[in-house]
Protein backbone atom coordinates (compact mmCIF):
# COMPACT_ATOMS: atom_id res chain seq x y z
CA UNK A 1 0.00 0.00 0.00
CA UNK A 2 1.55 3.61 -1.02
CA UNK A 3 2.80 5.66 1.98
CA UNK A 4 2.73 2.15 4.37
CA UNK A 5 6.07 2.19 5.71
CA UNK A 6 7.97 -2.21 6.19
CA UNK A 7 10.93 -2.05 8.54
CA UNK A 8 13.55 -4.78 7.12
CA UNK A 9 16.66 -5.73 9.19
CA UNK A 10 20.01 -5.62 7.55
CA UNK A 11 21.27 -9.35 5.64
CA UNK A 12 24.79 -10.44 5.98
CA UNK A 13 26.56 -11.19 3.26
CA UNK A 14 29.41 -10.32 0.95
CA UNK A 15 31.11 -7.66 -0.93
CA UNK A 16 28.82 -6.16 -3.94
CA UNK A 17 30.51 -5.97 -7.24
CA UNK A 18 31.46 -2.92 -8.45
CA UNK A 19 29.71 -1.46 -11.55
CA UNK A 20 32.59 -1.20 -13.99
CA UNK A 21 30.78 -0.10 -16.84
CA UNK A 22 33.17 2.58 -19.02
CA UNK A 23 32.44 6.20 -19.25
CA UNK A 24 30.68 5.77 -15.64
CA UNK A 25 32.61 8.54 -13.38
CA UNK A 26 32.64 7.14 -9.60
CA UNK A 27 36.60 8.00 -8.76
CA UNK A 28 36.29 7.57 -5.08
CA UNK A 29 36.31 11.01 -2.82
CA UNK A 30 39.31 11.73 -1.04
CA UNK A 31 39.42 9.35 2.43
CA UNK A 32 37.56 10.42 5.83
CA UNK A 33 37.22 8.90 9.05
CA UNK A 34 35.00 6.07 9.18
CA UNK A 35 31.50 6.75 9.94
CA UNK A 36 30.00 4.27 12.24
CA UNK A 37 26.70 5.71 13.73
CA UNK A 38 24.89 2.82 15.65
CA UNK A 39 22.11 1.44 14.28
CA UNK A 40 22.62 2.37 10.63
CA UNK A 41 18.93 3.48 9.79
CA UNK A 42 18.35 4.30 6.37
CA UNK A 43 14.85 5.22 4.65
CA UNK A 44 13.26 4.72 0.97
CA UNK A 45 11.32 7.33 0.80
CA UNK A 46 9.89 6.64 -3.04
CA UNK A 47 10.67 3.35 -3.74
CA UNK A 48 7.94 1.91 -5.75
CA UNK A 49 9.47 4.72 -8.56
CA UNK A 50 12.44 2.28 -8.61
CA UNK A 51 11.45 -1.68 -7.71
CA UNK A 52 8.10 -3.19 -9.16
CA UNK A 53 8.61 -6.06 -6.84
CA UNK A 54 11.15 -7.47 -9.61
CA UNK A 55 14.29 -6.03 -8.01
CA UNK A 56 16.96 -7.49 -5.60
CA UNK A 57 17.31 -5.11 -2.72
CA UNK A 58 19.14 -7.28 -0.49
CA UNK A 59 22.52 -5.14 -2.00
CA UNK A 60 21.30 -2.76 -0.46
CA UNK A 61 19.32 -3.74 2.69
CA UNK A 62 23.27 -5.19 3.87
CA UNK A 63 24.81 -1.82 4.19
CA UNK A 64 22.03 -1.31 7.07
CA UNK A 65 21.00 -2.15 10.37
CA UNK A 66 17.39 -0.98 9.44
CA UNK A 67 15.97 -0.02 6.90
CA UNK A 68 12.19 1.04 5.70
CA UNK A 69 10.80 1.21 2.62
CA UNK A 70 7.92 4.00 1.81
CA UNK A 71 5.93 2.82 -1.72
CA UNK A 72 5.57 6.91 -2.01
CA UNK A 73 5.92 10.05 0.54
CA UNK A 74 3.83 13.22 0.01
CA UNK A 75 5.74 16.17 0.65
CA UNK A 76 4.37 16.78 4.02
CA UNK A 77 5.51 13.48 5.23
CA UNK A 78 9.05 13.37 3.90
CA UNK A 79 10.92 15.25 7.84
CA UNK A 80 8.89 12.80 10.15
CA UNK A 81 9.91 9.66 7.97
CA UNK A 82 13.08 10.90 8.34
CA UNK A 83 13.46 10.99 11.82
CA UNK A 84 16.70 9.01 13.64
CA UNK A 85 17.93 8.26 10.11
CA UNK A 86 21.58 8.42 9.08
CA UNK A 87 20.62 7.89 5.21
CA UNK A 88 17.77 8.50 3.24
CA UNK A 89 17.48 7.01 -0.56
CA UNK A 90 15.10 9.42 -2.97
CA UNK A 91 14.58 8.79 -6.51
CA UNK A 92 12.54 12.17 -6.91
CA UNK A 93 11.24 13.28 -3.64
CA UNK A 94 12.10 16.66 -2.94
CA UNK A 95 14.73 16.81 0.18
CA UNK A 96 15.04 20.98 0.41
CA UNK A 97 16.27 23.06 3.36
CA UNK A 98 13.77 23.05 5.53
CA UNK A 99 13.66 18.94 5.62
CA UNK A 100 17.57 19.14 5.81
CA UNK A 101 17.50 21.24 8.65
CA UNK A 102 14.58 19.34 10.60
CA UNK A 103 17.06 16.33 10.41
CA UNK A 104 20.36 17.36 11.57
CA UNK A 105 21.51 13.79 12.51
CA UNK A 106 20.88 12.88 8.53
CA UNK A 107 24.74 11.87 6.85
CA UNK A 108 23.98 10.26 3.57
CA UNK A 109 21.34 11.09 0.64
CA UNK A 110 21.91 8.33 -1.38
CA UNK A 111 19.65 9.32 -5.34
CA UNK A 112 18.47 6.49 -6.96
CA UNK A 113 19.11 8.45 -10.24
CA UNK A 114 21.65 10.31 -11.94
CA UNK A 115 20.04 13.89 -11.72
CA UNK A 116 19.63 15.49 -7.98
CA UNK A 117 17.90 18.30 -8.25
CA UNK A 118 15.59 16.90 -6.07
CA UNK A 119 18.21 18.14 -3.14
CA UNK A 120 19.52 21.30 -1.99
CA UNK A 121 22.83 20.84 -2.53
CA UNK A 122 23.82 23.97 -1.05
CA UNK A 123 22.43 23.03 2.31
CA UNK A 124 23.41 19.91 2.14
CA UNK A 125 26.75 21.06 1.98
CA UNK A 126 26.43 22.90 5.03
CA UNK A 127 24.93 20.93 6.80
CA UNK A 128 27.51 18.31 6.17
CA UNK A 129 25.67 15.66 4.46
CA UNK A 130 27.31 13.59 2.07
CA UNK A 131 25.41 13.48 -1.42
CA UNK A 132 25.95 10.51 -3.90
CA UNK A 133 23.90 9.69 -7.30
CA UNK A 134 24.05 6.70 -10.19
CA UNK A 135 25.93 6.91 -13.32
CA UNK A 136 25.70 5.33 -16.60
CA UNK A 137 23.33 2.88 -15.29
CA UNK A 138 20.85 2.99 -18.22
CA UNK A 139 22.96 2.91 -21.02
CA UNK A 140 22.32 -0.22 -23.09
CA UNK A 141 18.35 0.67 -22.12
CA UNK A 142 17.86 4.03 -23.61
CA UNK A 143 20.22 2.81 -26.50
CA UNK A 144 18.30 0.07 -27.89
CA UNK A 145 15.13 2.37 -26.81
CA UNK A 146 16.53 5.10 -28.83
CA UNK A 147 17.16 2.79 -32.00
CA UNK A 148 13.30 1.28 -31.25
CA UNK A 149 11.77 4.44 -31.98
CA UNK A 150 13.99 5.58 -34.77
CA UNK A 151 12.72 2.00 -36.09
CA UNK A 152 9.85 2.61 -35.48
CA UNK A 153 9.04 5.85 -37.05
CA UNK A 154 11.44 4.52 -40.04
CA UNK A 155 9.06 1.53 -40.77
CA UNK A 156 5.94 3.23 -39.81
CA UNK A 157 5.17 0.32 -36.93
CA UNK A 158 2.70 2.03 -35.62
CA UNK A 159 0.44 3.16 -38.31
CA UNK A 160 0.47 -0.51 -39.94
CA UNK A 161 -0.31 -1.52 -36.41
CA UNK A 162 -3.39 0.36 -35.93
CA UNK A 163 -4.43 -0.60 -39.94
CA UNK A 164 -4.38 -4.06 -39.08
CA UNK A 165 -6.08 -3.47 -36.00
CA UNK A 166 -8.83 -1.11 -37.40
CA UNK A 167 -9.36 -4.48 -40.29
CA UNK A 168 -7.83 -2.30 -43.27
CA UNK A 169 -5.24 -5.25 -43.93
CA UNK A 170 -8.56 -8.29 -44.01
CA UNK A 171 -9.91 -5.52 -46.50
CA UNK A 172 -6.95 -5.47 -48.85
CA UNK A 173 -6.92 -6.12 -52.28
CA UNK A 174 -3.51 -7.33 -52.54
CA UNK A 175 -1.32 -9.91 -50.23
CA UNK A 176 0.08 -6.35 -47.83
CA UNK A 177 -0.80 -3.14 -47.24
CA UNK A 178 2.14 -0.40 -48.46
CA UNK A 179 -0.34 2.60 -47.34
CA UNK A 180 2.69 4.26 -45.57
CA UNK A 181 5.92 4.65 -47.11
CA UNK A 182 8.96 2.65 -45.17
CA UNK A 183 12.61 4.29 -45.17
CA UNK A 184 16.18 2.59 -44.68
CA UNK A 185 18.22 3.45 -42.17
CA UNK A 186 20.96 1.92 -44.32
CA UNK A 187 22.99 4.93 -45.79
CA UNK A 188 20.87 7.52 -44.31
CA UNK A 189 22.90 10.55 -41.90
CA UNK A 190 22.06 9.82 -38.16
CA UNK A 191 23.10 13.62 -36.14
CA UNK A 192 23.57 12.90 -32.14
CA UNK A 193 23.02 15.92 -29.89
CA UNK A 194 25.07 14.47 -26.86
CA UNK A 195 27.94 11.93 -27.68
CA UNK A 196 29.08 10.77 -24.44
CA UNK A 197 28.61 6.76 -22.82
CA UNK A 198 25.14 6.92 -24.12
CA UNK A 199 25.21 8.96 -27.44
CA UNK A 200 28.33 6.67 -27.88
CA UNK A 201 26.25 3.47 -27.70
CA UNK A 202 23.34 5.26 -29.83
CA UNK A 203 25.91 5.61 -32.52
CA UNK A 204 27.35 2.48 -32.57
CA UNK A 205 23.97 0.97 -32.83
CA UNK A 206 23.09 2.76 -35.72
CA UNK A 207 26.89 2.07 -37.76
CA UNK A 208 25.51 -1.37 -37.24
CA UNK A 209 22.70 -0.50 -39.45
CA UNK A 210 24.92 1.27 -41.82
CA UNK A 211 24.23 4.90 -41.28
CA UNK A 212 26.85 7.70 -41.17
CA UNK A 213 27.32 9.45 -37.83
CA UNK A 214 27.35 13.37 -37.33
CA UNK A 215 28.06 14.60 -34.16
CA UNK A 216 26.63 18.22 -32.89
CA UNK A 217 28.07 20.96 -31.13
CA UNK A 218 25.73 21.55 -28.01
CA UNK A 219 24.79 25.06 -27.31
CA UNK A 220 26.86 26.62 -24.32
CA UNK A 221 29.88 24.34 -24.95
CA UNK A 222 33.30 25.50 -26.16
CA UNK A 223 34.16 24.51 -29.89
CA UNK A 224 35.52 21.59 -30.98
CA UNK A 225 36.81 20.17 -34.66
CA UNK A 226 34.55 16.82 -34.14
CA UNK A 227 31.39 18.90 -33.11
CA UNK A 228 29.46 20.63 -35.79
CA UNK A 229 27.28 23.69 -35.23
CA UNK A 230 23.62 22.96 -35.71
CA UNK A 231 23.44 25.23 -38.19
CA UNK A 232 26.05 23.19 -40.08
CA UNK A 233 24.63 19.94 -38.52
CA UNK A 234 20.56 20.30 -39.47
CA UNK A 235 20.77 20.49 -42.83
CA UNK A 236 22.82 17.09 -43.33
CA UNK A 237 20.92 15.05 -41.62
CA UNK A 238 17.85 12.34 -41.49
CA UNK A 239 17.45 11.43 -38.13
CA UNK A 240 18.16 13.46 -35.37
CA UNK A 241 18.50 12.37 -31.53
CA UNK A 242 19.23 13.41 -28.57
CA UNK A 243 21.27 12.90 -25.35
CA UNK A 244 22.04 15.92 -23.46
CA UNK A 245 20.99 17.30 -20.36
CA UNK A 246 18.97 20.26 -20.05
CA UNK A 247 20.27 23.85 -18.53
CA UNK A 248 20.01 27.38 -19.45
CA UNK A 249 21.52 26.57 -23.03
CA UNK A 250 20.21 23.56 -24.22
CA UNK A 251 16.43 24.57 -23.17
CA UNK A 252 14.48 25.04 -26.65
CA UNK A 253 17.39 24.57 -28.47
CA UNK A 254 15.38 22.90 -31.11
CA UNK A 255 12.78 25.55 -31.88
CA UNK A 256 10.99 26.43 -34.72
CA UNK A 257 14.43 28.11 -36.95
CA UNK A 258 16.13 24.82 -36.15
CA UNK A 259 13.48 22.63 -37.21
CA UNK A 260 13.05 24.08 -40.35
CA UNK A 261 16.65 23.19 -40.99
CA UNK A 262 16.38 19.50 -41.13
CA UNK A 263 15.52 17.98 -44.49
CA UNK A 264 12.18 17.50 -45.41
CA UNK A 265 10.99 14.60 -43.84
CA UNK A 266 13.68 13.88 -41.54
CA UNK A 267 13.11 11.94 -38.14
CA UNK A 268 13.52 13.36 -34.44
CA UNK A 269 14.03 11.50 -31.81
CA UNK A 270 14.34 12.76 -27.70
CA UNK A 271 14.83 10.51 -24.80
CA UNK A 272 17.01 13.25 -23.02
CA UNK A 273 14.68 15.78 -21.67
CA UNK A 274 11.68 17.35 -22.59
CA UNK A 275 12.42 21.00 -22.78
CA UNK A 276 15.10 20.12 -25.00
CA UNK A 277 12.80 21.08 -27.71
CA UNK A 278 10.09 23.40 -28.16
CA UNK A 279 6.98 21.32 -28.24
CA UNK A 280 4.95 23.50 -29.63
CA UNK A 281 7.19 23.85 -32.68
CA UNK A 282 7.27 20.10 -32.83
CA UNK A 283 3.80 19.66 -32.91
CA UNK A 284 3.41 22.45 -35.49
CA UNK A 285 6.63 20.55 -37.72
CA UNK A 286 4.76 17.70 -38.19
CA UNK A 287 1.31 18.70 -38.56
CA UNK A 288 3.00 20.67 -42.18
CA UNK A 289 4.41 17.79 -42.93
CA UNK A 290 7.96 19.26 -42.65
CA UNK A 291 8.99 16.69 -40.75
CA UNK A 292 8.97 12.75 -41.13
CA UNK A 293 8.13 11.84 -38.27
CA UNK A 294 9.26 12.22 -34.28
CA UNK A 295 9.34 10.34 -30.97
CA UNK A 296 9.93 11.22 -27.62
CA UNK A 297 10.40 9.42 -24.44
CA UNK A 298 10.31 12.87 -22.77
CA UNK A 299 7.81 16.27 -21.93
CA UNK A 300 8.66 19.10 -20.47
CA UNK A 301 6.48 18.63 -17.36
CA UNK A 302 5.52 15.17 -15.93
CA UNK A 303 3.68 13.61 -15.59
CA UNK A 304 2.00 15.99 -17.90
CA UNK A 305 -1.03 16.52 -15.66
CA UNK A 306 -2.00 19.77 -16.99
CA UNK A 307 -1.75 18.50 -20.56
CA UNK A 308 1.06 19.08 -23.38
CA UNK A 309 1.10 20.60 -27.10
CA UNK A 310 2.60 17.39 -27.97
CA UNK A 311 -0.69 15.23 -26.27
CA UNK A 312 -3.16 17.14 -28.83
CA UNK A 313 -5.42 14.82 -31.00
CA UNK A 314 -4.66 14.38 -34.40
CA UNK A 315 -0.73 15.05 -34.73
CA UNK A 316 0.68 13.01 -37.56
CA UNK A 317 3.62 10.44 -37.31
CA UNK A 318 4.23 11.13 -33.26
CA UNK A 319 5.11 8.28 -30.92
CA UNK A 320 5.75 9.10 -27.06
CA UNK A 321 6.58 6.87 -24.40
CA UNK A 322 5.97 7.56 -20.70
CA UNK A 323 9.37 8.29 -19.94
CA UNK A 324 10.24 4.33 -19.34
CA UNK A 325 13.64 4.38 -21.71
CA UNK A 326 15.43 3.83 -18.65
CA UNK A 327 13.56 1.34 -17.18
CA UNK A 328 14.46 -2.32 -18.42
CA UNK A 329 14.88 -4.50 -15.51
CA UNK A 330 18.64 -4.87 -15.66
CA UNK A 331 19.19 -0.96 -15.52
CA UNK A 332 17.07 -0.60 -12.68
CA UNK A 333 19.38 -3.52 -10.90
CA UNK A 334 22.29 -1.72 -11.52
CA UNK A 335 20.85 1.28 -9.71
CA UNK A 336 20.16 -0.91 -6.78
CA UNK A 337 23.86 -2.17 -6.78
CA UNK A 338 25.54 1.37 -7.18
CA UNK A 339 23.20 2.72 -4.37
CA UNK A 340 24.47 -0.42 -2.46
CA UNK A 341 27.96 0.46 -3.53
CA UNK A 342 27.79 4.55 -2.86
CA UNK A 343 26.54 3.09 1.13
CA UNK A 344 29.44 0.74 1.76
CA UNK A 345 32.05 3.43 0.38
CA UNK A 346 30.59 6.18 2.88
CA UNK A 347 30.22 3.85 5.86
CA UNK A 348 34.31 2.97 5.04
CA UNK A 349 35.25 6.67 4.59
CA UNK A 350 35.75 6.30 0.63
CA UNK A 351 32.77 8.00 -0.43
CA UNK A 352 32.18 8.09 -4.09
CA UNK A 353 29.77 9.04 -6.74
CA UNK A 354 29.56 12.21 -4.76
CA UNK A 355 27.96 15.46 -6.04
CA UNK A 356 27.89 17.17 -2.97
Avoid at 149 to 160: F, G, I, P, Q
Wanted: glycine share 10%; with cysteine; charged share 15%.
Amino acid sequence: MPGQGMSRKALTGGEVELDTAPGAHHKPAPAQEMFMPSPRRAVFLDHQSLDLGDLDLSPLQQQFDQFELFAATAPEQVAERLQGAVAVVSNKVVLDAAVLAANPQLKLILVAATGTNNVDLAAARAQGITVCNCQGYGTPSVAQHTLALLLALATRLCDYHQAVAEGQWAKANQFCLLDFPIVELQGKTLGLLGHGELGGAVARLAEAFGMRVLSGLIPGRPQRADRLPLEALLPQVDALTLHCPLNEHTRHMLGARELALLKPGALVVNTARGGLIDEQALADALRSGHLGGAATDVLSVEPPVNGNPLLEAGIPRLIITPHSAWGAVEARQRIVGQLSENAQAFFAGQPRRVVS
